[in-house]
């Protein structure tokens, strides 16, 4: 079978994709649409911006490029719901059925974000995805290991809070950030 006959098989076959950052993932384009709905002075060149950001690749490298995407680009429940909306495409031309996607819940704590109206649209605009025809979206909350326990467990709260009975949308948390920072026992 050639590269090419490979490829073609591949984006064509049903896929599923388990771990997957929703803030991480977004489109050029998301970037560059999110930069100039909220007037951040990279407009028009948002994806060289992240790129020189990432630096030399090193992981601080990574933490502070994906900072700056969380603190510029995602501020409101509807950059969520275009961020949400813009994966959904790209998952939905790969031929990805199910996926869980990590939001980085604990980041909105710090940067002071509605949790709750954030987690509320990301889960209403999962299940209308779905019921679209694109592809079954489930969700993990992602606490930030270096800020502690407290925080998650606001965290676990708001998705408690924000799930509904039956099929919950909201499927686990994760917990992100500096391994180093704080043993995991800490948040049994």
Known sequence: MSRSALRSFLMAAPKAEVHIHLEGAVSRGFLEERAALHRLPWVGHAADELRRRLGAGSLED??????????????????????????????????????????????????????????????????????????????????????????LERVLRAVLESSRAGEPRWVALGLAGVEASRPAAQFA
Not at 72 to 81: A, I, Q
């Open 62 to 151: 990574f933490f502070q490029a994906f900072r700056w995407v969380l603190e510029g680009h995602f501020r409101t429940p509807g950059d969520y719901v275009a961020g949400l909306r813009d994966v959904a495409t790209s998952l939905r031309q790969a031929n990805i059925r199910y996926a869980e996607l990590s939001v980085s819940a604990g980041a909105l704590l710090f940067f002071d974000r509605p949790l709750r109206e954030i987690l509320d649209a990301l889960t209403e605009t999962a299940d209308v995805l779905q019921v679209g025809g694109g592809p079954e979206v489930r969700l993990v909350a992602d606490g930030v290991r270096q800020h502690g326990p407290a925080p």
